[in-house]
């Protein structure tokens, strides 16, 4: 069973830029055909898809974030990360980072509360 560790502050400031790392154990980033993806869930919203890293390192984001967002990753440490630039408080969420194959998601992370004070 492949295990996910979100990690970063969990709180920010207007503009500034949001960082969150997934440390992933028991599985290799890099493992063909899994994606590995952030959502987040907005206080009383549901789930939004932000993005994703493919096992060959292709990352494809939400059309409506596409502009603020960056996923990267390092095979080394077998970890991959989540840059939201000029965040608002609207973008105050849970943050999770999930995998799994063409859309569905077989394992997640237990979630980072990320706030974003005004």
């Known amino acids: 069973q492949v295990q996910l560790q979100e990690s970063g502050p969990g709180l920010v400031k207007s503009s500034q830029t949001l960082s969150l790392t997934c440390t992933v154990s028991?599985?290799?980033?890099?493992?063909?055909?899994?994606?590995w993806s952030w959502i987040r869930q907005p206080p009383g919203k549901g789930l939004e898809w932000i993005g994703y890293?493919?096992?060959?390192?292709?990352?494809y984001y939400n059309p409506s974030l596409r502009s603020r967002t960056s996923i990267s990753r390092d095979t080394s440490k077998n970890q991959f990360t989540l840059q939201l630039n000029s965040v608002t408080p609207e973008d105050t969420a849970v943050y999770y980072c999930?995998?799994?194959?063409?859309?569905?998601?077989?394992?997640w992370g237990q979630g980072t509360q990320v706030t974003v004070s005004s």
């Open positions: 999930a995998v799994g194959v063409a859309g569905t998601y077989d394992w």
């Open positions: 028991s599985g290799s980033i890099t493992t063909v055909p899994y994606y």
């Open positions: 890293i493919g096992y060959e390192g292709s990352a």
